[in-house]
C-alpha cells in the first residue's frame, strides 16, 4: 500500500467528515482503491458522533478509539496500525487542495525527505503559510508565519505545522516519530521537525501545493498558561536542546504567568512557580529521548543545528 491517511479527532464530528469527503475525492481521482486507506482515530469521546457511525456502517476507513490524551499520542497510535509507505497526518478540520497527496509523495520520492509539509491557509484568499521562524531561545515556538515560497519547487524548512504532513514511514519510524510524552496541544511541531534534523534526516515545504485549515473553536489566552500546554514545550525544550534550553523555556514562561495577573496582584501575592515540578521532573522522563539526540550528527547541540540552518540557507 501507497499512502496511509491518520487523523485524529477528538469532539469535531464535522470537521472529521469535512477532511474525509474532501480527501476521499482526491483520493479516488489519483489512487487505486487498494493503494491508499483512511485511520480516523478517536480521542476520548464518549456522546454519540455520527460521523463515525456512519464510517462503520458503510466501512469507508478505519477507526481506532481510545483515551489517547492529545494529536501526538493518537497520531503515534493510527502510525502504528498505519500500512502505507507514506503517512500522511491531517488534522480533522481540513481540506486538502486537488492532487495535494500525489504532490506530496512526489516531492518525498524526489528530495528524500523524511517529513514533507503542504502549506496551509487559513481560509484567507491567496494568504498562505509556507515555513515558520522559530524563537528557539525563549519560547521554543513560532515568532513568525513565512507568507512567500522561497523557490517554486520543494525546499528545506526547520519548522512547520502539522495540519498536513507526509511521512517516509521508514524514516519516521527510525527517529521515533512522536513523543508519548506530549499529551494535548501544542509542541509536536518544534519536537519532530528539530528531530528529524538532529537525527539526520530532512523537513520540506512542497510549495506546489496547500491545504486549507479551519477550526472551528477559538482557543482562548488562558490556554497558553496551563500547564499541559507548558509542559510540550518544556519537553521538546529538553529532548531537543538540553538542560541550557529547558531553563530558558521554563524561565520564560513563569515571567509570563506571573505577568499576567493584576497590579493589585503583583503588589501583594507572592510570584508563582506552577512550573517548577515539569523543570525537576521532565530531565527524568525524557532522559532516554535525549540519549537519543546526544547520539545522533549533532551531538544534541541545538546551536550546532541552528548554525547548520545558516550555512544552508534553511528557513527557521
Not at 8 to 19: A, E, I, K, V
Not at 24 to 40: G, K, Q, R, S, T
Not at 170 to 196: M, T, V
Not at 249 to 260: D, R
Request: aromatic share 14%; hydrophobic share 40%.
Amino acid at each position: 500500500m501507497q499512502l496511509s491517511i491518520v487523523v485524529p479527532s477528538r469532539g469535531d464530528p464535522q470537521g472529521l467528515w469535512m477532511s474525509f469527503a474532501s480527501s476521499f475525492v482526491d483520493l479516488e481521482h489519483d489512487f487505486a482503491p487498494d493503494d491508499w486507506e483512511f485511520i480516523a482515530v478517536i480521542d476520548g469521546e464518549t456522546e454519540p458522533n455520527l460521523t463515525v457511525d456512519s464510517f462503520q456502517q458503510w466501512g469507508t476507513c478505519r477507526i481506532i478509539e481510545g483515551n489517547f490524551g492529545g494529536p501526538q499520542n493518537a497520531r503515534r497510535a493510527g502510525a502504528l496500525a498505519a500500512h502505507g509507505e507514506f503517512i500522511v497526518f491531517l488534522d480533522s478540520h481540513v481540506v486538502p487542495a486537488r492532487g495535494m497527496f500525489r504532490s506530496l509523495i512526489d516531492a518525498a520520492k524526489s528530495t528524500g525527505a523524511c517529513l514533507v509539509h503542504a502549506p496551509h491557509s487559513f481560509w484567507q484568499p491567496n494568504l498562505y503559510c509556507f515555513s515558520y521562524g522559530m524563537d528557539f531561545w525563549n519560547r521554543f515556538w513560532v515568532t513568525q508565519s513565512v507568507p512567500v515560497p522561497q523557490r517554486p519547487e520543494p525546499y528545506r524548512v526547520a519548522c512547520m505545522g502539522h495540519g498536513a504532513l507526509l511521512a517516509n514511514a521508514e524514516k519516521y519510524f527510525k527517529i521515533g516519530g512522536y513523543s508519548d510524552l506530549q499529551r494535548g496541544w501544542g509542541g509536536e511541531e518544534p519536537y519532530l521537525n528539530l528531530k528529524a534534523y538532529m537525527l539526520g534526516e530532512s523537513c520540506y515545504v512542497d510549495p506546489r501545493t496547500y491545504h486549507w485549515h479551519y477550526m472551528s473553536t477559538r482557543r482562548t489566552a488562558e490556554v497558553y498558561r496551563q500547564e499541559p500546554y507548558v509542559r510540550n514545550f518544556l519537553v521538546a525544550a529538553y529532548v531537543i536542546g538540553g538542560q541550557k534550553f529547558l531553563e530558558r523555556v521554563y524561565t520564560l514562561h513563569t515571567f509570563a504567568v506571573n505577568g499576567h495577573k493584576t497590579e493589585e496582584d503583583a503588589a501583594n501575592i507572592e510570584p508563582s512557580d506552577p512550573y517548577r515540578s515539569l523543570l525537576e521532573s521532565i530531565p527524568t522522563e525524557a532522559a532516554e529521548e535525549r540519549a537519543m539526540i546526544e547520539a545522533g550528527p549533532f551531538k544534541g547541540d541545538l546551536d550546532k543545528l541552528v548554525e547548520f540552518f545558516q550555512a544552508e540557507d534553511i528557513p527557521h
